[in-house]
């Protein structure tokens, strides 16, 4: 009974961090925005299913403990497909946590606040460009030296 109450409220904490996430996604709007800017309106269902499907994918390999990059590297050119996978999910993982970020500071009109106080006519590309490359910078540094 005890294990039944536990898995029970580990799956309604997953279901509500879930929809929170799906929640925000939603109310900044980021895949109709994404599906605007690139001329692809039409594909906005396949990219919502490309987010469910992905949540679902991720959470069954976390749950199930899977290390891809070992089952990979036991083939003949496993390792060079293993690294080409984890820095392809990279790539896509910054591109989403970027996207999301620059909608969320779309939607608290953050951006515009900022630009007018400063009073900035032209350059506000640069300046996301600059906070990006920071932020990008401070990443590397984190994992690749300060994790030794």
Do not use: P, W
């Not at 749950?63 to 984890?86: C, H, P, R």
């Not at 999910?89 to 999301?100: E, H, K, P, R, T």
């Amino acid at each position: 009974m005890k294990y039944i109450a536990l898995a029970l409220t580990g799956m309604a904490g997953g279901l509500i961090i879930s929809a929170g996430i799906f929640a925000l996604i939603t109310s900044t709007k980021l895949l109709s925005r994404l599906a605007a800017k690139t001329h692809t309106g039409k594909y906005a269902r396949v990219y919502e299913e490309c987010v469910i499907l992905g949540g679902i994918i991720f959470n069954v390999i976390y749950i199930k403990e899977m290390n891809l990059t070992e089952l990979i590297s036991e083939t003949v050119f496993g390792t060079y497909i293993a690294i080409a996978l984890v820095i392809l999910f990279a790539l896509f993982a910054g591109i989403f946590v970027g996207c999301l970020a620059v909608a969320l500071a779309e939607a608290l009109k953050a951006t515009a606040v900022f630009s007018r106080r400063i009073k900035l006519r032209y350059g506000m590309g640069y300046i996301i460009f600059a906070v990006a490359i920071g932020k990008m910078t401070g990443s590397l540094i984190q994992f690749f030296v300060m994790d030794k």
